[in-house]
């Protein structure tokens, strides 16, 4: 069976080139998907809202953000992308590698500034207003580096580079430590399940395992999920499985009992209701579609 890998946790694709570990995407939801599932990676990513608004969420906590916002996300940090109600939102990602801005050797910039804010370490709010991206200088650095990404003149890295630590000089000195955030071990927790059913969603996974990976009662793990995903753990656990059996459903040719019983379902007519009840449409017709 080959399959598109549906990418929803740790992500491991390589985002920015090797050589100069920088890249820009455009995008809109719900125009180019309906909304980016929660994942981590090691980059930095910046998104920019160009128009509209929409819901971002880092580390479990949600934002409404609109245009001329920024948040940043840092290495490792949980976070995803989502329509707000009707409405669509065009944004800028920018994600690059923490490594580009770490000198060999002793450095005093990076051990005392740049790695406890990247690391979470150093804790600030996500979400940057518009009023404070222009007040701060963020909004004029980040249009100079995508005019130097177009024109790709000459040492146009080097620019790239001075703006990025000016960014960070302005997150260090002006943002500051403001932010309470959701403690980072039940952030490690809330990984290590979503991993486990990365891993595993094709198996019979209880409620009971997923509670002892956190070392909880299940009363307890169960109230803990749901306080932190919004959704109960089983809820969340089927909502992946269809979700990568859509994905199946568009990349494969198996028979959709087959990747019913892939995605973690016994039962194909509850495959299917749930299917309908998720996408309005059933498998065999979404199949179709591609």
Known sequence: MQLTKYEIYHENKCHTPLDFPYNTYLCTIPLDFSAVNIHWHEEVEIIVIKKGTGIVSVNLTEYKVCEGDAVFV?????????????????????????????AT???????????????????ICPLIC??????????????????????????????????LYLMLHRLVSEI?????????????KIKTILSYVEQH??????????????????????KFFKESMGVSFINYLNDYRLETAANMLRAADDNILE???ACGFDNLSYFNRSFKKKYKITPGKYRKGK
């Open 259 to 261: 990747i019913a019983c």
């Open 74 to 102: 840092m290495s490792g940090q949980l976070h995803s992308i989502s329509q707000l109600e009707n409405s669509t939102m065009e944004y800028e990602n920018i994600l690059f590698r923490p490594s580009m801005l770490k």
């Open 130 to 163: 518009a009023d404070k991206m222009i007040e701060s200088g963020i909004a004029e650095y980040i249009q100079k580096i995508d005019k130097l990404c177009d024109e790709k003149s000459a040492g146009y890295q080097i620019a790239v580079k001075g703006y």
């Open 105 to 123: 050797g002793s450095d005093l910039c990076w051990e005392q500034f740049i790695s406890p804010l990247i690391s979470s370490e150093k804790t």
């Open 176 to 188: 500051g430590e403001t932010f309470s955030q959701i403690s980072q071990k039940n952030i490690d």
């Open 201 to 222: 969603y094709s198996e019979n996974i209880t409620v009971e395992e997923a509670a002892e990976l956190c070392f909880y009662s299940k009363s307890y793990f169960m």
